[in-house]
């Protein structure tokens, strides 16, 4: 029998006093998926990494082609033939598109840049990953799901023999996802080994050859590609997990949010930046209301344009909280009338990496816990503790720099921050981007109670399956625009069948 593609063999891990990886054997072959799955925190990425020449592991081995090989940089690994795309893009945001596929790789001519050349191959690049963007847009005005797709392109562009995509379907709609889907067949085709992580359990049978499962550092198990998803979580999460979402709102209160004909307008417009231009929805006490729709639709910017981050403008039309009219447009005035916001960009917005948890969590409510400006360093620490408890963030060290937490444990904090105002509306993009689903059952419960006491939420997702299972109502959006709305027994196609076509009807 010839070698696999790629063997990783007994990888330990230390960073610091935590075992990350505790003796990992890892095999690939040429042309086979194989999906790697795990809690946050158990250590893909970290795996992914030894593997990818940016953590040099303590202990172990990688064969490629049955050749032991030693990485001390990306740069090696890179030329063995491995590419990876991080789970936190590692995108230049003010480049442009081409410029940063071709980052290190720049395309001389008698030592000068040679700039049409770059753009003409970006250009293929992108079509060739299907990604239909301008090869001279600048990273920054793209948004997360488009960014995703420049770093698959970005990776193709790599020629590589193993490729590693840490969850790049994170932020993708369900058409982009089907086209990754169709991206990653055609690599497979090609001989290329593909190690892909993910926490969306459909996907397994969709793509998988073969399924490992992660815990807590060590391997725990195989999982044929078509096992059923309930045995992919006990396996993932060590028990079997009855229910994914809690029941729906008993009842409803008053109206929190309502908009009617809302449209914004932007004083700087920006390509790509899809203003909201006649959205009418409300949200009331105790409700829980998704917002749907493909990609660059405005989700994210109607969120964004409610919390007054990202533009700013001026709101038309009818815009009130709690019944009375609101002026709207910039954080402050959010936050005053009790607007939370939990962004899709963690990174870019979210979290400050290197404070730690501690202060991360407490960053929203410093004026609180400080009422007479001196801090009470007791009560600080009960919060704190108490918010990691409620979130699960693991590992429980208040002490730990946010950036050397796993992606899903960052996420937590997230929330664990935002929540901690005690807002009455809160507004989420994107909320679940790689959590696990041991930890996204608990944020649905979570949502749920505080809906339960009076809170309205207003959540944006990709994740169709997510929105429907969670939401009392569902509003689909089209073009800055609200089209539909659904009430909590919609069936999936009939949601997403609006989603993806162009007839306009108003939303009630
Ligand atoms: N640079 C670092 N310093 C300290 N601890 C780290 C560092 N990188 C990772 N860890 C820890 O190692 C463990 C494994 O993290 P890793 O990022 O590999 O998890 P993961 O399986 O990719 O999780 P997720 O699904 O959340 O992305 C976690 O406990 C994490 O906090
Ligand atoms: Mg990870």
Request: aromatic content about 4%; overall charge neutral.
């Amino acid at each position: 029998m010839s070698p696999a593609l790629l063997g990783l063999h007994d990888v330990q891990k230390w960073f610091g006093g935590v075992h990350a990886l505790k003796g990992v054997d890892f095999t690939l072959a040429a042309g086979e998926v194989h999906v790697l799955l795990g809690e946050n925190g158990a250590g893909k990425s970290t795996l992914m990494g030894v593997l990818s020449g940016a953590i040099v592991p303590d202990a172990g081995e990688i064969r490629i082609a049955g050749e032991p090989v030693r990485f001390a940089s990306p740069r090696d690994a890179h030329a063995a033939g491995v590419a990876m795309i991080p789970q936190e893009l590692d995108l230049v945001p003010g480049l442009d598109i081409a410029a940063n596929l071709f980052l290190g790789n720049e395309i001389t001519g008698a030592g000068v840049l040679q700039g049409r050349r770059m753009r003409d191959a970006a250009q293929e690049l992108l079509a060739k990953a299907g990604v239909a963007l301008d090869a001279g847009l600048l990273v920054s005005s793209l948004r997360i799901g488009e960014r995703q797709l420049v770093a698959i392109a970005k990776a193709l562009a790599a020629d590589a023999r193993i490729l590693v995509m840490d969850e790049p379907s994170a932020a993708l709609s369900s058409v982009e996802a089907d086209h990754l889907m169709r991206v990653v067949r055609d690599l497979k085709a090609r001989g290329v080994g593909v190690v892909y992580i993910s926490h969306r359990l459909e996907e397994v049978a969709r793509i998988a050859d073969r399924v490992t499962v992660m815990r807590d550092g060590q391997v725990v198990g195989e999982c044929p590609p078509q096992a059923p998803q309930a045995e992919l979580v006990r396996l993932l999460v060590g028990r079997p997990l009855s229910d994914l979402f809690p029941p729906r709102a008993s009842r409803v209160g008053k109206p929190i949010l309502h908009l009617h004909r809302a449209a914004f307008d932007p004083a700087r417009p920006r390509a790509g930046w899809q203003a909201p231009r006649d959205v009418s929805l409300t949200v009331h006490e105790g409700e829980i209301v998704g917002l749907a729709g493909l990609m660059g639709v405005g989700r994210t910017e109607l969120l964004g344009a409610l919390y007054g981050f990202g533009a700013v403008g001026r709101w038309s039309g009818t815009v009130e909280m709690r019944g009375a009219a609101a002026r709207l447009g910039t954080i402050g005035a959010a936050r005053r009338a009790g607007i939370a916001y939990v962004t899709d960009d963690r990174r870019g917005t979210g979290l400050v990496l290197h404070h730690t948890v501690a202060q991360n969590t407490l960053m929203s409510i410093w004026r609180r816990v400080t009422p007479f400006g001196l801090a009470s360093r007791g009560l600080e620490r009960r919060r704190v503790a108490e918010a990691m408890e409620n979130y699960d963030v693991r590992p429980r060290l208040p002490a730990a720099k946010v950036v050397n937490l796993s992606g899903g444990n960052q996420q937590k904090v997230v929330f664990a921050k935002e929540l901690m105002n005690g807002p009455s509306l809160l507004l989420l993009d994107e909320p679940t981007r790689g959590v696990d689903v041991g930890a996204k059952t608990e944020i649905y419960r979570r949502l749920r109670g505080l809906a339960e006491q009076g809170l309205g939420v207003l959540v944006a997702s990709s994740e169709l399956t997510e929105l429907l299972g969670l939401c009392d109502r569902i509003v689909v959006m089209r073009a800055g625009r609200t089209v539909h709305a659904f009430g909590a027994d919609a069936g999936e196609d009939a949601v997403r069948a609006v989603c993806e076509s162009g007839d306009e009807e108003r939303a009630a």
